[in-house]
């Protein structure tokens, strides 16, 4: 889901996987096993990706957080919704912390990302 992501925000941003390579300090074999989901993007990669693409740092986060619990969730649904209930005792206010946000203008669209590019 994150690499998907990526990668489309990426391409239509005009850069190229040369480029965010090297923005990453990575080799451009590592940026494109990573765009392409054979390998994992960690928390800090992602972070510094979503800066480079002008993206909501909280917005890739979730895609971060939700391949991770796609994965989790593939090999033994049961213990992933166990852990959760885990999770759920141990927080006092559960319902504040899972509770959708309501839709706010900090998650810019691409179009918007797009216009300031060209104001610049």
Excluded at 78 to 107: G, H, Q, R
Aim: glycine share 2%.
């Amino acid at each position: 889901m994150l690499s998907q992501t990526i990668r489309k925000t990426r391409m239509y941003s005009g850069i190229t996987q040369v480029e965010m390579a090297k923005m990453l300090f990575m080799s451009e074999t590592k940026y494109c096993r990573k765009e392409n989901g054979r390998a994992k993007i960690s928390r800090q990669e992602a972070v510094k990706m979503a800066k480079i693409l002008e993206l909501n740092e909280n917005a890739i986060l979730k895609y971060w957080m939700a391949d991770h619990l796609y994965e989790l969730m593939k090999d033994d649904k049961e213990l992933v919704y166990e852990a959760l209930k885990i999770v759920e005792s141990n927080f006092d206010n559960f319902e504040e912390c899972v509770k959708m946000p309501s839709k706010n203008n900090s998650y810019s669209t691409l179009e918007e990302r797009l216009k300031r590019r060209k104001k610049k």
